[in-house]
């Protein structure tokens, strides 16, 4: 995207919005369920990015995504905090690359508190990347209009006199 004097730019006060402030392996622990839990922000969102091809244009859907997403830590910290931090402990400390495999036992724990305390089950595995249909409130963006040029050398006309090959026809058994 070129930038000119005619793009306008957000403001900074339309940019800011709290962070997500968890550390990677407590994003790792909670990954499945906030995405369970946001799945319509972050796919609205996406739609728009999607669509729109303009970052400018989504803003509202990003802060949607980003409320969702503290939103939902809030809920397990009230709910579920000593499971949490035992299912992200686990993660974080078991191995280098923070593999579920040595954690399935803290998994379990924290799977059935949220499933008692926020009704949120863990996605099955393959959720996410099941094609679905995502119903939306926005319009559809316009659909670009098909240009139509007209034609840069016109024919001649019917009646416009043809004289004979000068030397010959080149497939002569049409003559």
């Known amino acids: 995207m070129v930038v000119t004097n005619n793009v306008t730019l957000p403001t900074e006060e339309e940019?800011?919005?709290?962070?997500?402030?968890?550390?990677?392996?407590?994003l790792r622990a909670g990954a499945f369920h906030l995405?369970?839990?946001c799945e319509h922000q972050n796919n609205e969102f996406m739609l728009c990015r999607q669509e729109l091809d303009d970052p400018r244009a989504c803003i509202n859907e990003g802060k949607a995504v980003t409320s969702c997403a503290l939103d939902f830590f809030r809920k397990v910290k009230k709910s579920c905090h000593e499971e949490f931090m035992q299912y992200a402990t686990c993660l974080d400390k078991s191995s280098g690359t923070m593999s579920f495999s040595h954690c399935r036992k803290t998994q379990g724990v924290f799977d059935k508190c949220m499933k008692d305390n926020?009704?949120?089950?863990?996605?099955?595995?393959?959720?996410?990347?099941?094609?679905?249909?995502?119903?939306?409130?926005?319009?559809?963006?316009?659909?670009?209009?098909?240009?139509?040029?007209?034609?840069?050398?016109?024919?001649?006309?019917?009646d416009y006199p043809k004289a004979p090959a000068k030397y010959g026809a080149r497939f002569h058994w049409l003559e």
């Open 15 to 26: 940019l800011t919005v709290p962070e997500v402030n968890v550390s990677t392996a407590a």
């Open 118 to 158: 926020l009704d949120i089950d863990r996605p099955e595995y393959g959720y996410f990347t099941r094609a679905k249909i995502h119903a939306t409130d926005r319009p559809a963006p316009p659909k670009p209009e098909k240009k139509v040029y007209p034609d840069a050398t016109p024919g001649l006309p019917d």
């Open 35 to 37: 995405g369970k839990a």
